[in-house]
């Protein structure tokens, strides 16, 4: 059956300018959750939904070879990476990522996250202006290599931060903000290359069993050690997600101030209202529109016919905010997860499906618990004013976030 269409000869500018109202644009105007378009002149499929979202993330069914335009690819995961992987090779690099989403390793990195964080606190205590955007994500840059077994020195955490920023940053963009992070990754894989170098020649003091460690010893299926570049591709795609979560840190604390009673709330330190908190800024949260695959195994849905190579982008932003999966969808009510049982395919903030045999996000639990430390520290930790500024999000902006970067003043210690 033929698939419902936009419209358009090629909708690249449309994308460019509705950002992540895109698709679900053209699902409302179509009364459809799957339809067919033209952008950067390829066909492609849209499809948005829970059961979109199940189709998409079948075992097998999709492969992320050739899904994602060069520019972002090389910004977001790069050649050789287990994003690219397929069957058994995609399965055993994935094992070497959830082996160091353990429990204890997760407490390690949300712990260096808090220290890294207090340390901050006579510091913000002094200055009149603090862009929380930028500091969570010198905050989390330091974390995240401390956890990973990486020495920063002082001297170079700025330039870090910025490089490991400006990839996620610019991964959805086009112009000065693309080629600024494809400029600044070049450094910065030459510098990871160095460190696994360092740590095969055993000339440095990487703690064993650290995350640097087990990705520069890793051997894949084969029996061989990765090549030092995708070793280096592999460990970046450790250090950049996470300090990517800054922009959810930013969103929950954009929550907080626009709902304060959530705020009084978490204050009672109830660990079920903290965990519902973080699911809905997880939900409602613009971090990326969609995910893109290329049918593998060819199926057939809503009386389509998907072949082999076709070009498939599944909806985040309208999924997670799709009225027969949530009522209200787009009211901010944490209580909503209150009860409710675990679903694999709503919400997909980070991807769906299994963590281990699928493409989804092996770095959701670190996120998660990365945002469960921040907002207690923003709740508990410290008091501050929010002065009046520039709040909105363009949605036309990839990755979306608060013009100005949430700004606050006044900071108080309060322990």
Known sequence: MPLPRDGALDSTLAMLSEGYAFIP?????????????????????????????????????????????????????????VATL????????????????????????????????????????????????????????????????????????????????AMYQG?????????????????????????????????????????????????????????????AVELLNLLRPTVAVALYITFAALALHEHPAERDALRSGDEAALDAFVQEVRRLSPFFPAVAGRVQEPFDWRGHRFARGDWVLLDIYGSNRDPRSWTDPEAFRPARFHGRSDNAFAPIPQGGGDHLAG?????????????????????????????EQDLRVDLARM?????????????????
Request: aromatic residues 4%; hydrophobic residues 45%; glycine residues 6%.
């Open 86 to 165: 397929d069957g058994g090779a995609h399965l055993h690099r994935k094992r070497m990522f959830m082996s160091l989403m353990t429990p204890d390793s997760i407490a390690r990195l949300a712990a260096a996250m808090e220290a890294a964080w207090r340390a901050c606190l006579p510091d913000w205590q002094r200055r009149e202006r603090i862009v929380l955007l930028d500091e969570a994500h010198a905050i989390l840059c330091r974390a995240a290599c401390d956890w990973a077994g990486i020495r920063l020195a002082d001297s170079e955490a700025e330039a870090r931060t910025r490089e490991l920023a």
């Open 399 to 415: 990755p979306a976030q608060p013009a100005s970067g949430f700004v606050i003043r006044g900071v108080q210690p309060l322990d």
């Open 359 to 387: 493409h989804r996000c092996a770095g959701e639990w670190a996120t998660i618990a990365l945002m469960r430390r921040a907002v207690r520290l923003l709740t508990g930790a410290m008091r501050y004013d929010v002065p």
């Open 171 to 231: 991964a959805g963009a086009v112009g000065p903000r693309l080629l600024r992070g494809l400029l600044l990754r070049r450094r910065t894989e030459r510098w990871a290359r160095d460190l696994v170098k360092g740590v095969r020649a055993r000339n440095d003091a990487t703690p064993p069993g650290s995350p640097l460690d087990i990705v520069a010893r890793h051997l894949d299926p084969d029996g061989k050690p990765l090549d030092s570049r995708i070793a």
């Open 25 to 81: 644009n053209r699902c409302r105007r179509l009364d459809t959750d799957i339809f067919a378009t033209r952008l950067m002149l390829r066909p492609a499929i849209c499809m948005s939904g829970e059961e979109a979202a199940r189709i998409f993330y079948h075992p097998g069914r999709f492969t992320r070879r050739g899904a994602l335009p060069p520019t972002v690819l090389r910004l977001l995961q790069d050649k050789g990476s």
